[in-house]
Nanobody, 119 residues
Framework: QVQLVESGGGLVQAGGSLRLSCAAS????????WGWYRQAPGKQRELVAG??????ANYGDSVKSRFIISRDNAKNVYLQMNNLKPDDTGVYYC??????????????WGQGTQVTVSS
């Protein structure tokens, strides 16, 4: 199995910053894609940012120039969130796509971390 654990959420005032982390563990051979998603109350889950194993990143329109996704060599992914706005409030989830050690593909989600931005 592959496990993802997010951390770094919390309460912050508008204009502030937070850094989310997602630690991956388990029988992972390779991760091909890391993604951060968020779900606000009453809304569908949406992609915030994603990054491939080759380093290509993409962002949702509402977070471009404010959020930065990055990864390290230990299979972990981060989301630096700057100039936060109340509309950024929601539960943030990380998602990985890759191959297990037996070369079967996997998709795994974390349990989510709450981000609340006050005005």
């Amino acid at each position: 199995q592959v496990q993802l654990v997010e951390s770094g959420g919390g309460l912050v005032q508008a204009g502030g910053s937070l850094r989310l982390s997602c630690a991956a563990s388990g029988d992972i051979f390779r991760i091909n894609f890391w993604g951060w998603y968020r779900q606000a109350p009453g809304k569908q889950r949406e992609l915030v940012a994603g990054i491939t194993s080759g380093g290509s990143a993409n962002y949702g329109d509402s977070v471009k120039s404010r959020f930065i996704i990055s990864r390290d060599n230990a299979k972990n992914v981060y989301l630096q969130m700057n100039n936060l706005k109340p509309d950024d409030t929601g539960v943030y989830y990380c998602r990985d796509l890759g191959l297990r050690v037996d070369l079967r593909p996997f998709e795994s989600w974390g349990q989510g971390t709450q981000v609340t931005v006050s005005s």
